[in-house]
């Protein structure tokens, strides 16, 4: 068991396989200074990957999520997936959608029954605002696909003030007819994302504006859970709701984080990282570093978010950027 000494046990781990990726969205990809993606010596292979979550899954891990960048566009996906199925865990990903089509086989058979799915809107100029790039077709013909081969699938969207907040009434309606469950996201600071506390819709505004068209009612959350879960009476979908800024989920925080490049994060704002990747290639005891890690968990927010949303200094966070995290 993986514990820290707050007494959370951690099962869950999040794999980034690459901080590259084909869209841009503003709130993830720095732009300024360039963004400055890993030469390929410094990322894990897909050996590394295996044997690393071979490590993880000895300590207790119970479920692994792949994630990025954009996981799809790693040209050994399929490989690393397949790599992965081969441990006792509930395998699953998160990705932009836009390469879906070509991977349902390779979930299929590696037992992958889940996906989550980024969209940010449902019209496709906003969509091509948030993200700079003109997919919004391919993204929402991939999540049908999805549900018609009987796959879970969970939709993330980041809510934005004044750029897609009003959508998400849109989003809510979509649930009528289709077994979807949609998520709003709170807008976090990450390095360089040009967080602004102002364009943070809270969970308290995103419950009251759903409020004033639907009538819906609170579901029961699974342990570990980071999303409040709603579902309109009758509707087939749910809709939830990650208020990581306005009412954090940390005190039965499960999750572990690895980085594209090896580097274990105990938390998504951690400070610190612990570079398994060079402890594994030179032989070093991996199971000890992963244990101090997770036992070195600070109790909420990485220990550097303690200040109320409006007093929070977003430039003086010590972190990565989203997207070399892994979302
Ligand atoms: N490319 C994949 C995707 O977009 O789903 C996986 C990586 S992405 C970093 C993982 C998740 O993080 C996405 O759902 C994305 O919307 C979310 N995300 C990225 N930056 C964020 C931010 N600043 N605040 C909240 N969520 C963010
Ligand atoms: Fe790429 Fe996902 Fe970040 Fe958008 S949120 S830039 S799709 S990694």
Redesign the pocket.
């Known amino acids: 068991m993986l514990t820290d000494s707050f007494n959370r046990n951690h099962d869950y781990l999040r794999i980034s396989l690459t901080d590259k990726?084909n869209?841009r969205?503003t709130?993830?990809m720095p732009v300024d200074p360039p963004h400055g993606f890993y030469a390929g010596k410094n990322l894990m292979n897909a050996e590394e990957i295996n044997r690393l979550a071979g490590i993880f899954v000895k300590l207790g891990v119970k479920k692994i999520r792949l994630?990025?960048?954009?996981?799809l566009i790693r040209k050994d996906v399929a490989q690393i997936i397949h790599l992965l199925s081969q441990y006792p865990v509930k395998l699953t990903l998160?990705?932009?959608?836009v390469f879906l089509d070509q991977f349902i086989e390779v979930f299929k058979q590696a037992g992958i029954n889940s996906v989550?799915?980024?969209l940010?809107s449902l019209e496709s100029n906003a969509f091509k605002i948030i993200s700079q790039r003109d997919h919004f077709d391919k993204v929402m013909s991939n999540i049908l696909l999805l549900l018609r081969e009987g796959f879970h699938v969970k939709v993330?969207m980041?809510v934005l003030k004044e750029l897609n907040h009003l959508e998400i009434i849109d989003f809510i309606q979509w649930t009528k007819e289709y077994p979807l469950h949609v998520r709003f996201?709170?807008?976090?600071?990450?390095r360089d994302?040009n967080?602004n506390h102002l364009q943070v819709f809270t969970a308290e505004e995103i419950l009251s504006l759903a409020s004033r068209k639907f009538n819906f009612y609170k579901l029961n959350d699974r342990p570990n859970d980071t999303a409040r879960n709603f579902q309109v009476h009758d509707y087939k979908g749910t809709f939830a709701i990650i208020s990581?800024m306005s009412d954090p989920f940390c005190s039965n925080c499960n999750r572990l984080r690895l980085t594209a490049d090896g580097k274990m994060k105990n938390c998504l704002f951690s400070t610190g990282e612990v570079d398994l990747l060079s402890a594994l290639r030179n032989q070093e005891d991996v199971e000890q570093l992963i244990r101090q890690c997770v036992w070195d968990k600070k109790a909420e927010r990485g220990g550097q978010m303690d200040a109320a949303m409006e007093d929070l200094k977003a430039d003086a966070l010590m972190n990565r950027s989203?997207?070399s995290?892994?979302?």
């Open positions: 990726c869209l969205c709130y993830c994630t990025g960048g954009e996981p998160t990705t932009n959608g989550n799915v980024s940010d993330n980041v996201i709170e807008y976090m600071p990450f994302n967080w990581t989203m997207i995290i892994g979302g």
